[in-house]
């Protein structure tokens, strides 16, 4: 502040490099998860009206989960997507595999699609020992998913009021994490209202402050970024190295690891 102060406009440049280089110079890595794996994946896009390719994507997805198991730790992440529309007969097929991680105590985080009145509306199907439940994307591709002038299109929700489901923060294992699917890592905007505003609120084990009033509740910081993504139409393209460097700027800023899995062009 000194130097810039001194040197006028051209020291808010020079401090900000300063500053800039120090804190990178400084700065330390988050620790990695090592119970936590993400499985990457090559598969062509899936031909969700052709029931026999559906049935076969299906086989093939198991099949890799399935081999995984054994030596799996306790969160095992697929890809955004990689499981296509989720219907009655997915749910069905999957059951056994579904079964198997729960007798291991393995938490599955499998992308895929729910099936709406609307449409399909992308998110994670994630599979506790507990339970099942989804997390559903906050912020669909405009136009090709997403109309804020229509309601048979997939809606947008950054905050946890508008519904929990998309708000972009859970509980995974006793972990607090953050959401992004594929689309939403370029934006940074959502990732950083969902971390700022999800489920925040009084929490009753600290009541209230006699200056500051109701206590937030500081439960809603994230510890783990996941990313989820479906580039098999990226080939030779540069948009998944951008993704990918967008989270990790967000890890470095928050300091907080990140655990993306990413299915690929073939």
Request: hydrophobic share 50%.
């Given at each position: 502040?000194?130097?810039?102060?001194?040197?006028?406009?051209?020291?808010?440049?020079?401090?900000?490099?300063?500053?800039?280089?120090?804190?990178?110079?400084?700065?330390?890595?988050?620790?990695?998860?090592?119970?936590?794996?993400?499985?990457?994946?090559?598969?062509?896009?899936?031909?969700?009206?052709?029931?026999?390719?559906?049935?076969?994507?299906?086989?093939?997805?198991?099949?890799?989960?399935?081999?995984?198991?054994?030596?799996?730790?306790?969160?095992?992440?697929?890809?955004?997507?990689?499981?296509?529309?989720?219907?009655?007969?997915?749910?069905?097929?999957?059951?056994?595999?579904?079964?198997?991680a729960r007798a291991r105590g393995i938490t599955l985080i499998l992308g895929a699609q729910r099936?709406?009145?609307?449409?399909?509306?992308?998110?994670?199907?994630?599979?506790?020992?507990?339970?099942?439940?989804?997390?559903?994307?906050?912020?669909?591709?405009?136009?090709?998913?997403?109309?804020?002038?229509?309601?048979?299109?997939?809606?947008?929700?950054?905050?946890?009021?508008?519904?929990?489901?998309?708000?972009?923060?859970?509980?995974?294992?006793?972990?607090?994490?953050?959401?992004?699917?594929?689309?939403?890592?370029?934006?940074?905007?959502?990732?950083?209202?969902?971390?700022?505003?999800?489920?925040?609120?009084?929490?009753p084990k600290l009541g209230t402050d006699p200056i500051l009033g109701s206590v937030p509740n500081?439960?809603?910081?994230?510890?783990?970024?996941?990313?989820?993504?479906?580039?098999?139409?990226?080939?030779?393209?540069?948009?998944?190295?951008?993704?990918?460097?967008?989270?990790?700027?967000?890890?470095?800023?928050?300091?907080?690891?990140?655990?993306?899995?990413?299915?690929?062009?073939?």
């Amino acid at each position: 502040m000194l130097l810039s102060l001194a040197l006028g406009a051209r020291g808010w440049a020079l401090s900000l490099t300063l500053a800039a280089l120090c804190t990178n110079a400084l700065f330390r890595p988050p620790p990695v998860l090592p119970h936590w794996v993400a499985l990457a994946t090559q598969l062509p896009r899936m031909a969700a009206s052709d029931a026999a390719s559906r049935m076969e994507r299906q086989a093939a997805l198991m099949a890799l989960v399935a081999r995984q198991l054994p030596s799996a730790p306790s969160v095992l992440l697929l890809p955004e997507e990689i499981a296509g529309p989720w219907t009655a007969a997915e749910d069905f097929w999957w059951q056994p595999v579904f079964a198997a991680a729960r007798a291991r105590g393995i938490t599955l985080i499998l992308g895929a699609q729910r099936v709406e009145d609307w449409g399909l509306h992308n998110g994670a199907l994630i599979v506790t020992p507990t339970q099942t439940r989804w997390q559903l994307a906050r912020q669909p591709i405009p136009l090709a998913e997403w109309n804020p002038f229509s309601d048979r299109m997939a809606p947008s929700g950054w905050f946890a009021g508008a519904s929990g489901l998309n708000s972009g923060m859970t509980d995974i294992d006793g972990t607090r994490v953050l959401f992004s699917f594929c689309y939403e890592d370029l934006l940074v905007l959502p990732q950083l209202v969902s971390a700022g505003f999800a489920d925040l609120g009084t929490d009753p084990k600290l009541g209230t402050d006699p200056i500051l009033g109701s206590v937030p509740n500081l439960g809603s910081v994230p510890k783990v970024i996941v990313g989820m993504a479906n580039l098999w139409w990226t080939g030779g393209m540069a948009e998944p190295w951008v993704q990918q460097q967008m989270l990790a700027g967000l890890g470095r800023l928050w300091g907080i690891p990140v655990v993306r899995a990413v299915n690929g062009p073939a």
